[in-house]
């Protein structure tokens, strides 16, 4: 069974997050930060966890950003995400988007 894609990326962030700040930031406290965004151009799924962990790391939220992306582009292409995100992109302040495979699309409309 296929591990939801919410919860997969969720994982994938925090061991990012970890990478980047040295601190362990539980999985369970990323998934309320997942949203749809408002425009079809910054992805299927975006994230800003790194927003507010910037914040209270007082560290520069777009460089974070950057940081917790270089980690988490082999994420990506292994494990439960392995060919189920197709890109993916910093964005604004912070913001981490994600853009779902077409395959990804097909499996989700086939359950």
């Known amino acids: 069974m296929t591990v939801p894609i919410k919860q997969a990326l969720s994982k994938a962030?925090?061991?990012?997050?970890e990478k980047a700040l040295g601190v362990?930031?539980?999985q369970e406290e990323i998934e309320p930060y997942f949203e749809v965004p408002r425009e079809e151009k910054f992805g299927d799924i975006s994230?800003?966890?790194v927003l507010r962990v910037a914040k209270e790391h007082k560290k520069s939220p777009r460089v974070l950003a950057q940081e917790?992306?270089?980690y988490l582009?082999?994420?990506l292409k292994s494990g439960d995400l392995k060919g189920r995100i197709a890109k993916t992109a910093v964005e604004g302040p912070g913001f981490i988007n994600?853009?779902?495979s077409t395959q990804e699309i097909a499996q989700s409309a086939l359950e």
């Open 47 to 49: 994230s800003n966890i």
């Open 68 to 70: 917790v992306h270089s």
């Open 98 to 100: 994600f853009y779902v």
């Open 13 to 17: 962030l925090a061991e990012a997050l």
């Open 24 to 26: 362990r930031i539980p």
């Open 73 to 75: 582009e082999p994420l």
